[in-house]
């Protein structure tokens, strides 16, 4: 072994230093793709909360009528019953309720209140509530035969379900 292949102190201790570099670098890029990977998560959880709070509003502004709304059902319940009333007979009242009922379904409608009159279709346990079951002839099984309540839905969500007289399955 020659002097120059010993180790002087001075090497030893650049040695260590540099090694020592050498951790802190590689603990510090761990720190730095730990803290990006934070970031990231971070945002990726304030995406999520912005986009479920636009969609709670929008929620919220399709259905803050909803009260108002089904509360004027029995308005439209009891102008339906009028007309039924009046039958065949013309004159200025009539044409007046007809018109009252009209602007007001109308104005329900820009709303987002759709009328569930189902005569005629096929019996929906979602949409109608069967409140007897009748033989007519020529009826299919299963068909809503009357509707003795109108039901409504706002913007494609049940408000009041319509009371229906369902044909008899044979």
Do not use: C, W
């Not at 809503?144 to 913007?155: E, H, I, P, R």
């Amino acid at each position: 072994m020659t002097q120059n292949d010993i180790p002087t102190p001075d090497q030893d201790a650049e040695a260590t230093l540099e090694s020592q570099l050498r951790d802190e670098i590689e603990a510090l890029r761990g720190e730095i793709e730990q803290l990006r990977a934070d970031s990231l998560r971070e945002r990726a959880d304030l995406e999520n909360q912005r986009k479920r709070v636009a969609r709670d509003v929008e929620q919220a502004r399709r259905f803050a009528n909803e009260r108002l709304l089904g509360e004027l059902l029995p308005v439209f319940d009891s102008l339906d019953a009028g007309l039924a009333a009046a039958g065949d007979q013309t004159g200025p009242l009539k044409d007046g309720m007809e018109l009252t009922y009209r602007q007001l379904l109308k104005v329900a409608a820009d709303n987002g209140l759709a009328v569930v009159d189902p005569v005629g279709q096929p019996f929906n346990p979602e949409h109608h509530q069967a409140i007897s079951q009748a033989d007519p002839a020529g009826a299919a099984p299963g068909s809503v035969l009357q509707v003795f309540q109108k039901g409504y839905l706002l913007n494609d969500r049940l408000l009041r379900p319509a009371l229906v007289v369902v044909a008899r399955h044979d």
